[in-house]
């Protein structure tokens, strides 16, 4: 008797956004699936890509060939199909970043599933980070506490980029709280404005690993809204 299989369907986790650099997101996607332990199928890229780079694109596609690569046409179309794809929670990444360590994923998911007040675990906080980059000054960790190996912390008032959940930077959400969110954006940093910008007080805390799993290195900068990188 022949033998059927229903093809299992992966829930979207991780999107990565992608801008002229195949280099660094062929690094990035080797990181999450290599190091964070992500299955390829649960990432997607919502990429953007002038010609002189559309064949490094290719070169990444083929190597990654599991892994969803969106076309961004229009923003916002995109990236709300992008989202139907996800699960119960997800976050967003840049191709200009790596993993770490392993991502401690389903943790993330059991905390927000159970913990109502708390509004994201982040997988790029940890209680060893002590410059920040973008403020180019060293920070200090916010007052909080550790329950059963995971920091807790009141993110409303932490100051020191301890209150920034906004940014594109491996910060897991529920999926239904980001779909709230994302109106009015049109690429990656004006979307790092809304999310900031919308009210999440009603989820006065954030939790994250006293080791973060995540980083960015901001080496070349590829887009216009900001004059970050």
């Not at 008797?1 to 660094?24: D, G, H």
């Not at 002038?50 to 190597?63: A, F, I, M, R």
């Not at 807790?152 to 209150?163: E, P, S, V």
Request: charged fraction near 25%; hydrophobic fraction near 35%; include cysteine.
């Amino acid at each position: 008797m022949a033998a059927y299989y229903k093809k299992r369907r992966v829930e979207t986790k991780l999107i990565v956004f992608s801008r002229n650099r195949p280099y660094q997101l062929t690094a990035c996607l080797g990181s999450a699936v290599q190091v964070g332990k992500f299955e390829l199928e649960s990432i997607a890229v919502m990429h953007r890509y002038d010609e002189k780079y559309s064949l490094g694109l290719h070169t990444v596609v083929e190597e990654f060939p599991r892994v969803k690569f969106i076309r961004e046409v229009v923003w916002d179309q995109c990236l709300r199909k992008t989202l139907e794809l996800c699960g119960k929670t997800m976050a967003f990444a840049t191709d200009d970043s790596v993993f770490t360590r392993e991502c401690p994923w389903n943790l993330g998911e059991s905390i927000l599933g159970a913990q109502e007040e708390v509004l994201a675990f982040s997988h790029r906080y940890g209680l060893h980070l002590d410059y920040c980059n973008v403020q180019k000054k060293p920070v200090c960790c916010p007052d909080g506490a550790i329950r059963k190996g995971v920091f807790y912390w009141r993110w409303t008032n932490a100051g020191q980029m301890w209150d920034f959940l906004g940014s594109v930077d491996a910060h897991q959400f529920r999926t239904s709280d980001i779909t709230q969110w994302v109106g009015g954006s049109r690429s990656p940093n004006t979307l790092e404005d809304c999310l900031h910008r919308n009210d999440k007080s009603m989820r006065p805390i954030a939790a994250c690993m006293p080791v973060s799993c995540y980083l960015t290195i901001p080496a070349n900068r590829v887009q216009e809204d900001h004059l970050n990188e």
